[in-house]
């Protein structure tokens, strides 16, 4: 195992990374884990551990900016957990270096479609200039401050989102990742909603999914809490800083910081797939 | 796009965010104490590290599911509700 010196920044860039794109984080820090020499399961509970951390930093920064819309958040996050069972549970019909390879398409096909948008679907409204930042109550839309304006948005094509979670949450099952390179842009690109909201959406959700990961790791035993924790202070200042980050981010740098992410993802995928 | 009425407590979650920098300060110490102290006492701090990161999304979804029956959003308290149920089966499969 790395000495903590060298977990400790891994975990802050990878969660700084995944907190400012909504993309988890531990599909980078579990790779290089592995190229550092680490056994891959014991790098698969670090990577959760930095996810869950990442996610928590972030958390209260994106919750009081008004950019995490939680209903949405809880409502896509159902199919993505019952998909990635199922996932986990038929993970040995699918080769590992196909499926890599396959998430490679999908991460560098998602930042095509992110990257070659024009201008933003979401605009500034001062119909809304009076409305607080944050979710609608019982709906799917809601608003947020971009400067000093406010740009409603409300959630589209819900059932796409809703089946398109399904194959994200199988994705997560099969490779055991959280697969936040897969949810933010399926709510940003088929769902509509806006990136920065998709991104903090996300960060809560991966979050759930890798605290349910975790709890698995530590009933089997395989938690190195010594190695866990230098990765974790590192996650907790990255996922804080990526918050901040994030915040003051225009939506259209949001769309290429992401997209550039999810080309180095893929790249990284289809080099690392033999 | 029509907005419904604004409720002037509509996005703000003060008492979540003040809880969540709780959590998040609680697994600082823990993770800090992990790493540095020696013996019992450091793989005490990790256990209680191990334990903010599961329950700390547990905690806020069930924070939400009371927030929302509150205010009359059962559609989404039955959502929560239906997640946490999801991430039980998920833990024991």
């Known amino acids: 195992m790395p000495a903590a010196w060298i977990l400790l920044p891994l975990g802050l860039g990878t969660a700084l990374v995944g907190s400012v794109g909504g993309l988890g984080g531990a599909i980078l820090l579990v790779p290089l884990l592995v190229v550092l020499g680490v056994d891959p399961r014991l790098a698969a509970p670090l990577g959760i551990m930095s996810v869950a951390a990442g996610s928590l930093a972030a958390a209260p920064r994106q919750l009081g900016d008004g950019l995490v819309h939680q209903r949405l958040g809880v409502l896509l996050e159902i199919p993505a957990s019952a998909g990635a069972i199922v996932g986990a549970l038929v993970g040995n019909v699918i080769d590992a270096d196909v499926l890599a390879r396959l998430l490679g398409i999908v991460a560098i096909g998602a930042a095509f479609a992110g990257a070659t948008r024009k201008g933003m679907r979401n605009l500034p409204s001062p119909t809304f200039g009076a409305e607080p930042a944050g979710e609608w109550p019982g709906t799917l839309g809601g608003s947020y401050h971009l400067g000093d304006e406010v740009v409603p948005y409300s959630a589209r094509r819900v059932p796409a989102g809703l089946g398109a979670m399904i194959g994200a949450g199988i994705i997560s099952g099969l490779a055991g990742i959280g697969g936040g390179f897969v949810k933010t842009p399926v709510m940003s690109e088929l769902m509509h909603v806006p990136v920065k909201v998709a991104a903090a959406t996300t960060t809560f959700t991966v979050g759930i999914t890798a605290a349910a990961g975790l709890a698995v790791f530590s009933s089997q035993g395989r938690v190195d809490t010594h190695a866990g924790a230098a990765v974790v202070v590192g996650s907790l200042a990255g996922g804080l800083l990526g918050a901040r980050v994030q915040s003051r981010l225009h939506p259209q740098a949001a769309r290429w910081v992401i997209s550039g992410l999810l080309v180095g993802i893929g790249v990284l995928l289809l080099v690392t797939a033999r | ?93």
């Open chain 2, 1 to 93: 796009m029509t907005a419904p009425v604004p409720s002037p407590l509509a996005g703000r979650q003060r008492r979540l965010v003040v809880a969540l920098q709780v959590v998040f300060a609680v697994a600082v110490a823990a993770s800090i104490g992990a790493l540095v102290l020696p013996g019992r006492a450091g793989d005490v701090a990790g256990g209680v590290m191990v334990a903010v990161l599961v329950g700390a999304p547990a905690l806020r979804i069930g924070w939400l599911v009371q927030r929302w029956l509150r205010r009359g959003d059962r559609r989404f308290a039955a959502a929560a509700i239906a997640l946490l149920g999801v991430l039980v089966v998920a833990v024991v499969t």
